[in-house]
């Protein structure tokens, strides 16, 4: 399938992958819909997002933006079940989240780089765009594979637990903190960081984007609802 080929010259054309993008669902996905609907505006995008997302997406339409739905849900749902189950909360064991979804990532990507492979490789991309998954500990085989340029961002990260803490550790079963430098080992991690700080500069804009982080977009919760 070839991409829309009504294109401004004086855009840059992006494409942008994003696993987790849902303007339904709280916290990360909410905000990386928000994110590609304001890029949208001042960029030719199309975002590689997964299939679950559609539902949602299809419902509100995401700003200018071109969709591509991909489905890797025979690996992924296994993990979020597995992740669900040894978690027993949606808002615990985070770093245990982060770790399970890299296989499920890596299918993604493998998916993205199958459909999207010729448009790449020929220069229809002036950019691509990690936006989901935020982890730096999840690699980018693409940004091995891709003779595009490619970055990542926004980044989220936390520090490791301090001593004192041991307690609140434990509440929140983050038991994987005593093994979260294994990302280390992981392939491409060195590459994906490389990809980021050689290729930032080419997202330095003429003119600065208002884009709520994790705040609270205006659009979104009208005052006195």
């Given at each position: 399938?070839?991409?829309?080929?009504?294109?401004?010259?004086?855009?840059?054309?992006?494409?942008?992958?994003?696993?987790?993008?849902?303007?339904?669902?709280?916290?990360?996905?909410?905000?990386?819909?928000?994110?590609?609907?304001?890029?949208?505006?001042?960029?030719?995008?199309?975002?590689?997002?997964?299939?679950?997302?559609?539902?949602?997406?299809?419902?509100?339409?995401?700003?200018?933006?071109?969709?591509?739905?991909?489905?890797?849900?025979?690996?992924?749902?296994?993990?979020?079940?597995?992740?669900?189950?040894?978690?027993?909360?949606?808002?615990?064991?985070?770093?245990?989240?982060?770790?399970?979804?890299?296989?499920?990532?890596?299918?993604?990507?493998?998916?993205?780089?199958?459909?999207?492979?010729?448009?790449?490789?020929?220069?229809?991309?002036?950019?691509?765009?990690?936006?989901?998954?935020?982890?730096?500990?999840?690699?980018?085989?693409?940004?091995?594979?891709?003779p595009?340029?490619?970055?990542?961002?926004?980044?989220?990260?936390?520090?490791?637990?301090?001593?004192?803490?041991?307690q609140?550790?434990?509440?929140?079963?983050?038991?994987?903190?005593?093994?979260?430098?294994?990302?280390?080992?992981?392939?491409?991690?060195?590459?994906?960081?490389?990809?980021l700080?050689?290729?930032?500069?080419?997202?330095i804009?003429?003119?600065?984007?208002?884009?709520?982080?994790?705040?609270?977009?205006?659009?979104?919760f009208?005052?006195?609802?």
């Amino acid at each position: 399938m070839m991409l829309n080929s009504h294109k401004r010259a004086d855009r840059h054309r992006i494409l942008i992958l994003a696993d987790d993008c849902n303007p339904e669902w709280h916290s990360l996905p909410a905000l990386v819909y928000n994110y590609i609907c304001k890029v949208s505006e001042y960029a030719d995008v199309v975002v590689a997002t997964q299939i679950r997302n559609k539902p949602n997406i299809e419902a509100v339409g995401m700003g200018k933006a071109e969709v591509v739905y991909l489905d890797t849900e025979n690996i992924a749902a296994p993990l979020i079940k597995l992740s669900s189950f040894l978690s027993g909360d949606a808002n615990a064991a985070m770093t245990l989240k982060v770790a399970l979804g890299y296989p499920s990532y890596l299918a993604f990507e493998w998916a993205v780089w199958r459909r999207f492979r010729q448009e790449i490789q020929s220069g229809q991309f002036d950019i691509i765009h990690r936006v989901s998954p935020m982890s730096p500990t999840i690699p980018s085989p693409i940004a091995r594979w891709s003779p595009v340029p490619f970055v990542i961002g926004p980044l989220l990260g936390g520090l490791p637990w301090p001593q004192q803490f041991k307690q609140e550790m434990q509440r929140e079963r983050e038991w994987m903190n005593y093994v979260r430098e294994a990302h280390r080992w992981l392939p491409s991690t060195g590459r994906l960081m490389l990809a980021l700080l050689q290729f930032w500069p080419l997202m330095i804009i003429r003119s600065l984007i208002y884009q709520p982080q994790p705040a609270i977009a205006s659009s979104t919760f009208q005052r006195g609802v």
